[in-house]
């Protein structure tokens, strides 16, 4: 059983800042890949972040140099700065664990960003 929480998201207006974090918990010792997907209205769910166990960072084109994922691996949990937010960037964000083929999502967290 595993059980991934996010929390940090919230209203901010333009050119702001928010910091999600996300801890996961159970029956996994260490994930080998956690991160950060978001999904805004009538939209797909893409990928903003992700980070190995070994400290490789990938970012989607949008949002590099204003965000940066990190992660402390012995307690399961990856953060998420955001800065220099935009509009664009309100939607809910999900945290996302891997090991091996196993899958694990958060409920999710609203980010909102106003203009």
């Known amino acids: 059983q595993v059980q991934v929480v996010e929390s940090g998201g919230g209203l901010v207006q333009a050119g702001g800042s928010l910091r999600l974090s996300c801890a996961a918990s159970?029956?996994?010792?260490?994930?080998?890949?956690m991160g950060w997907y978001r999904q805004a209205p009538g939209k797909q769910r893409e990928l903003v972040a992700a980070?190995?166990?070994?400290?490789?960072?990938n970012y989607v084109d949008s949002v590099k140099g204003r965000f940066t994922i990190s992660r402390d691996s012995a307690k399961n949990t990856v953060y998420l700065q955001m800065n220099s937010l935009k509009p664009e960037d309100t939607a809910v964000y999900y945290c996302?664990?891997?090991?091996?083929?196993?899958?694990?999502w958060g409920q999710g967290t609203q980010v909102t960003v106003s203009s």
């Open positions: 996302h664990a891997a090991v091996g083929a196993a899958r694990y």
């Open positions: 159970g029956s996994i010792f260490s994930f080998n890949v």
């Open positions: 980070i190995t166990n070994g400290g490789g960072t």
